[in-house]
């Protein structure tokens, strides 16, 4: 497709979603786009790469990549009762965690980041090895005695007991405990370099492409479904309601202060470098 703008975002029923009508050229004047699908933790080394016009990444890449990508106010997860949980094979406390191997979805995920600052309240020594899985692989490695732990993200909300584990922590629960803001996970980041116009012109599409989405869902119904591998589609829809809400259309100032709120306490902690302008 000539002059198209390339897409890189999750193959998760949220991300097709809100992303359906845009990448089907539903949306009149909206510029052409095309999609590679890939996990958070590829796109996040997209962006540390400088690869890619348009990425969905994890908030907690955004100091290393602000210099040349622009964080968009639109098409992200950001939320409230949607964070990341620990799993583990038996039901016991944080404390049982010191010292133990412990399968994340990325170094520089959300998921990770917000673990980190768990553990350094609830786990006295911290843990042991942190591995590094695809997160689909995460509740099996649990389950089957691979790692001690799983930290895990998106549908398994919905599916962790199917596997026989036990939820040690809820992430989202302590963060919007301790500072009263809703979860930033994922965010919607655009290279500088395209300029304010086309910027302004992506902003635009996102956001038009969200309230299709939410106008006629029946519409993206057969793409969300085609790439949720082999999800549920009651499943598929949980997730879709949890994790696109009003935040995706727009941050709002909410949505900016706990953006702040996080990337501000990581930086205090010496987990990521620290950021302002945002």
């Known amino acids: 497709m000539a002059d ?37 933790d590829i796109t996040n080394g997209l962006a540390e790469r400088g690869e890619g016009d348009i990425l969905k990444v994890s908030y907690a890449v955004l100091p290393w990549v602000l210099d040349e990508y622009a964080l968009l106010p639109c098409g992200g997860a950001l939320g409230r009762g949607c964070g990341p949980l620990v799993l583990t094979r038996d039901a016991a406390g944080p404390a049982s965690l010191a ?52 930290l895990v993200i998106h549908e398994a909300r919905f ?9 040690l922590a809820d992430l989202g629960e302590f963060w919007e405990g301790t ?20 910027l302004a012109a992506i902003t635009d ?25 082999e999800m549920d589609p009651e499943v598929a829809d949980a997730h879709i309601g949890l994790y696109v809400n009003e935040f995706t259309a727009d941050l ?4 900016y202060a706990a953006i702040r709120e996080l990337l501000t ?13 945002i």
Request: overall charge negative; hydrophobic content about 45%; proline content about 8%.
């Open 4 to 40: 198209a703008l390339r897409i890189s975002y999750s193959p998760c029923p949220n991300d097709t979603f809100v992303f359906h009508a845009w990448a089907h050229g539903l949306l009149p004047g909206a510029p052409p786009v095309e999609v590679d699908f890939a996990d958070i």
């Open 99 to 150: 010292g133990k191997t412990v399968a994340v979805p990325g170094e520089r995920s959300t998921a990770y980041l917000l673990f980190r600052l768990w553990t350094a309240e609830h786990v006295p020594g911290g843990v042991g090895e942190v591995r590094v899985l695809p997160f689909h692989e995460i509740m099996p490695a649990v389950r089957d005695g691979l790692v001690d732990a799983g």
């Open 159 to 167: 599916t962790y007991q199917r596997y026989g584990l036990h939820r």
């Open 179 to 198: 500072t009263g803001h809703p979860i930033p996970l994922g965010a919607i980041i655009a290279k500088r370099s395209l300029g304010a116009e086309r």
């Open 205 to 229: 599409a996102i956001t038009a492409s969200v309230r299709h989405a939410w106008a006629d869902p029946a519409a993206s119904r057969a793409y969300v479904l085609e790439h949720a591998q």
């Open 252 to 255: 709002g100032e909410a949505g």
């Open 265 to 277: 306490r990581a930086a205090d902690e010496g987990l990521v470098p620290a950021v302002s302008g």
